[in-house]
């Protein structure tokens, strides 16, 4: 069974209350029990984690490379400048996992800030816009990977 680690970066917990027209209603805690039940369907071991802390996030992407566990992120504003959280994902694919990035927005339509990110460059793929679904289809494309 392969293992994927759920990352989320800074204020995604407020999730369902920080601006629902752009984020959506569904509430952190609902999220992380649809991407595990999306996990068992597909047959993969899944933890979600989340934090504000670009730190939490990095020591985290170490622990996925050191146990061989795949990668589906949302690094939300640390997406456009952090490029700790980059060099950390980089060393995931280099270890020839599976990183996905994630966006419940479609960055590219919003502000020309967020039309850049550091991770894309180093991600495996990138699913943007599509709200919740966009975990659903990450976890889809690493559960294909695997079974290929």
């Not at 039940?37 to 996030?57: A, F, H, I, K």
């Not at 992120?73 to 950390?88: E, G, K, M, V």
């Not at 994902?89 to 990183?99: F, N, P, S």
Request: proline share 2%; net charge negative.
């Amino acid at each position: 069974m392969s293992s994927v680690l759920v990352l989320n970066g800074p204020n995604l917990g407020r999730l369902g209350t920080r601006e629902p027209e752009k984020y959506g209603t569904v509430t952190y805690d609902e999220l992380e029990t649809k991407v595990g039940e999306w996990g068992g369907v597909l047959g993969l071991e899944v933890s979600v984690r989340q934090s504000d802390s670009e730190t939490d996030l990095v020591h985290w992407i170490h622990e996925a490379v050191d146990s061989g566990r795949h990668v589906v992120i949302n690094p939300a504003a640390f997406t456009h400048y952090s490029y700790a959280l980059r060099d950390a994902c980089a060393l995931v694919t280099d270890a020839g996992l599976t990183l996905i990035e994630v966006h419940l927005t479609n960055t590219a339509a919003r502000e020309e800030f967020r039309e850049v990110s550091v991770i894309s460059g180093v991600a495996t793929g990138v699913i943007a816009g599509l709200g919740v679904e966009s975990y659903r289809l990450a976890l889809e494309a690493i559960a294909s990977r695997a079974a290929a």
